[in-house]
């Protein structure tokens, strides 16, 4: 970004960008505006002079309105875009925009948590005969409509545009994807393809189960335990599971499965096995997916099918699954067939806990 149109100061507090308006070609405008209003001025005050006050004389005095109206706003925009600067102001719990020292519309004042995403519009406008692109910076809200938060005379161009909407993204931790109209959408990833939850703030007063991540500590079966690395399942169904590798005080490793279902949390000890006796079929046709299993003289009856994306550590984009799950008859084991293609696939057994049995979580 130019150092003449933007100067930027980010630290530990908040983000700041501040925007000069001030371009040279203004000054011409100026000189218009002030013979333009010098012309009015001249006529309105030879129309006073002559004033008798009949009808005549009211409605040519009426008549300027619209030249004086035109006069003002030319020059009120001469100088604001001599003087006026663009402030705007992101920390953890804000967005402000500002216009000074002489107001002008698009002013703003938006909680962090209001803003769902960023992004450059291509907008395309006919002037006389002609088409003008412009690439204004927008807003999109979580429970309202996109804002034009800069216009592309306050940002400069397009280039400049992308880095504010990375600056603030950052600065506000927001996972970039495509938007409708945007510029360069097919680049981005899109909203289902992204891991959801990436941003979940956790109540240290209340840290449960679904909240387990890299780095969590926690009590289960006489022992500490660490987790040692996440893969997130984002199912279509709006359900979120995780698998998380956990190692204890003592060396020991598991498999911990964290099924989710609604606000339910339900897990499973795992162990991944390699020589399950699992017939092959293709995935893709449903009616040849087993509705029954067997595993060490057991039964296991398909319980649930789902499909989505899955997240391995600081993978923005993930993979498509889809997954198989067999309870027994009691319920409390499980066979869980993941797979990332039909060839690709993997099987764990699980056995059923209860979610009271994991305790003191923490995060290290």
């Known amino acids: 970004m130019s150092s003449n149109q933007v100067a930027i100061a980010n630290n530990e507090k908040q983000l700041k960008l501040s925007f000069r308006w001030y371009k040279p070609g203004i000054y011409t405008y100026l000189f218009f505006s002030i013979i333009w209003n010098c012309f009015v001025i001249l006529w309105v005050s030879a129309l006073s002079r ?10 040519s005095l009426l008549f300027p309105i619209g030249h004086v109206s035109v006069g003002i706003s030319t020059f009120y925009y001469c100088l604001c875009n001599i003087f006026n600067r663009t402030i705007v102001k992101v920390d953890n719990k804000k967005l402000t925009v500002r216009h000074r020292p002489f107001p002008w519309l698009g002013q703003y004042t938006l909680d962090a948590s209001e803003i769902e995403q960023l992004y450059i519009r291509k907008k395309t406008n006919s002037v006389e005969q ?21 216009s592309e005379k306050v940002v400069g161009n397009k280039f400049n545009a992308k880095n504010i909407e990375r600056l603030i993204e950052e600065r506000l931790n927001i996972q970039d994807y495509a938007m409708p109209g945007e510029l360069d959408a097919e680049n981005k990833p899109k909203k289902d393809e992204l891991k959801r939850d990436r941003n979940k703030k956790i109540n240290p007063t209340a840290v449960s189960l679904s909240d387990l991540k890299d780095e969590f500590v926690f009590n289960y079966d006489l022992s500490s335990w660490v987790v040692n690395s996440t893969i997130q399942y984002d199912w279509v169904s709006g359900n979120t ?61 398909l319980a649930k099918k789902a499909e989505g994306k899955l997240f391995r550590k600081d993978q923005k984009v993930g993979d498509n699954v889809s997954q198989s799950f067999y309870l027994n008859a009691e319920k409390n084991k499980s066979v869980r067939i993941v797979w990332l293609s039909d060839e690709n696939y993997s099987i764990y057994l699980g056995d059923k806990k209860e979610e009271r049995h994991f305790d003191n979580i923490l995060h290290v």
């Open 50 to 59: 002559d004033f008798n006050g009949d009808v005549f004389d009211i409605a």
């Open 130 to 150: 002609d088409y003008v692109t412009q690439y204004p910076l927008m807003l999109k809200k979580k429970n309202g409509p996109s804002i034009e938060l800069l």
């Open 241 to 301: 599971d995780k698998l998380l590798r956990v190692v204890s005080d003592g060396g020991g490793n598991k498999l911990l499965y964290l099924q989710k279902q609604m606000s339910i949390i339900t897990p499973w000890i795992e162990s991944r096995v390699e020589n399950f006796n699992y017939p092959t079929f293709d995935k893709s046709i449903v009616s040849r997916i087993p509705d029954t299993l067997e595993y060490d003289d057991e039964v296991y009856r």
